[in-house]
């Protein structure tokens, strides 16, 4: 996979959450994903399909931060992870996949989105199954961990 | 959604767990997702493009089922989810929607699949976030439930 691939989604997360939510996260060191496993209590998955390349997307919250974006975006503040919450985070599935999907096509790679799909648990993990290797890239905030995957498989 | 999506994926999922795991599974009432939830331990998702649809599909094991499917066609049982596993959720999830795609494709619907994403952890629920409903099948066998869920934008 293209090291260029991962940072369009990088900055995508960065300013959705900076520019929505008013909540600074701090990108750590990007790392390939081998036997390494993320955990997060909700995660949105995307699928992107082009003409010749298709891969998948996910970003993965603590529950923390989850429920503090909640509260900064719509001025609610659930206990826990509700059906409110699911649809805010695959609207930020959306929004980030289609920030990248813009940077992306400017470079040349053209690809389309399929709907995206919301997991929520406690600690559930997320495993890419794709030809291509799995860019994990940690982030860090106030509230919590954030972490997103992408994988392509050229 | 058009109901001639599920059915597709209903005998594409039967016959892919009885041809390579030699394991019989009983479809249940097909039902319109509202505030249900279902839940598995381990689940294969996918994203599907075509020009002028879009969509997602999950399937999702209980535990127990997934061990004895894992046996079944590979002849290993691990004692839990591992690598392995998630491994031929996501092989299965690719062949089940393959079969899907053909019949599909037969029918003049045409989509490009995505790579298959994994989920793992105890009792995750999963929410198809599309401007259509989303049709959930459940399943039941001997060793545990499998629940498929098929969500398109029209």
Redesign the interface.
Same mark, same amino acid.
């Given at each position: 996979m293209n090291v260029e691939y991962i940072n369009p989604f990088l900055s995508s997360l960065v300013n959705v959450l900076a520019t929505m939510a008013n909540t600074t996260i701090v990108p750590g060191q990007p790392r390939i994903k081998k036997?390494e496993v993320a955990?997060g209590d909700v995660?949105g998955?995307?699928?992107? $399909?082009g003409s010749d390349i298709? +891969? =998948?997307f =996910?970003v993965s919250f603590e529950e923390g931060l989850a429920l503090e974006v909640m509260y900064r975006m719509l001025g609610e503040k659930p206990k826990t992870i509700n059906?409110d919450v699911?649809?805010m985070v695959?609207?930020i599935?959306?929004m980030v996949t289609g920030g990248a999907k813009r940077i992306l096509g400017d470079k040349g790679y053209e690809f389309?989105?399929?709907?995206?799909? $919301? $997991?929520? +648990? &406690?600690?559930?993990?997320?495993?890419? &199954?794709?030809?291509g290797p799995t860019i994990l890239m940690p982030f860090d905030s106030e509230f919590g961990k954030v972490h997103i995957e992408v994988?392509f498989?050229r």
């Open positions: 036997d955990r995660s998955l995307i699928g992107m $399909v298709k +891969g =998948s =996910s059906a699911t649809d695959g609207e599935t959306n389309s989105m399929a709907t995206p799909i $919301v $997991v929520s +648990g &406690k600690a559930h993990t997320i495993t890419h &199954k794709c030809e994988s498989d």
